[in-house]
């Protein structure tokens, strides 16, 4: 199935699955680990056409995900390759694999470094788009709540479970591009308590979700995203408030 960048989210190409799941290991073993090694921190974002790190280190480097292609950005000087193994894709970042790579517990197993990664250019496209599509909500989001005097955290791509995410009061509220719960993406609210949830809301074991389909039928994806997240605020907020 071909797959064409959009303003709009679309469906999925046959190949995202595998792709999402092979870009989690890379995130997990070699993207996140080399800022990690530098910064401390662990911690991925939204880059043009997929994901990657911040800037880091004294020369501004950056490593990021773009079709099926690693790019590595150092200053002025900026070199790629394509993905193919975590191995050969380690050695082209300058990361050491580790089976603990310290960016937290509910990782993929490292498996066979020199396995091939099943990366489809397209899917990794979608995967791209979904995270755009993401921050762009998410910040959004995360600014009427700062507006509103509630501080929430900052936007982040976490490599554990691949999602972009921000918290606030003990509510986590993100964006998952597919996992155990869901193989496709989906919109979340997340208290961190989710003990005695009751309501039409809340229709997930660990607090509610809006799901790919619903917004692929939405004629305004942002708008019906932002309004699910705006409910779960309200409830979950009104919630922690409540319970001890």
């Known amino acids: 199935m071909a797959y064409i960048a959009s303003d709009r989210l679309e469906p999925l190409p046959d190949e995202y699955v595998e792709t999402r799941e092979a870009l989690r290991r890379l995130a997990v073993y070699v993207l996140s680990p080399a800022r990690k090694a530098v910064t401390g921190r662990i911690g991925l974002m939204p880059t043009a056409g997929g994901f990657g790190t911040p800037l880091f280190g004294d020369d501004d480097e950056q490593l990021r995900v773009e079709r099926g292609e690693l790019f590595r950005h150092r ?59 993401s921050d762009s909500l998410l910040e959004e989001f995360r600014a009427e709540l700062d507006r509103s005097g509630q501080e929430c955290s900052t936007v982040q791509l976490w490599p554990e479970h691949f999602d972009l995410g921000c918290n606030i009061d003990g509510v986590n509220f993100g964006c998952s591009p597919g996992d155990g719960y869901s193989p496709e993406p989906y919109v979340y609210v997340g208290p961190w308590n989710s003990e005695g949830l009751d309501g039409d809301f809340w229709n997930a074991p660990f607090g509610a979700t809006l799901s790919y389909k619903d917004l692929l039928d939405s004629e305004n994806q942002h708008g019906t995203a932002l309004e699910f997240l705006r409910r779960g605020a309200g409830l979950a907020l009104q919630r922690a408030g409540e319970v001890p």
């Open 75 to 133: 200053g002025a000087n900026a070199e790629s390759t394509a993905i193919t193994s975590l191995s050969a894709a380690a050695a082209f970042a300058g990361v050491a694999l580790s089976d603990d790579p310290g960016v937290g517990h509910d990782i993929p197993d490292l498996g066979d470094p020199g396995a091939p990664l099943p990366v489809s250019p397209a899917a990794a496209l979608a995967l791209g788009d979904f995270y755009r599509f």
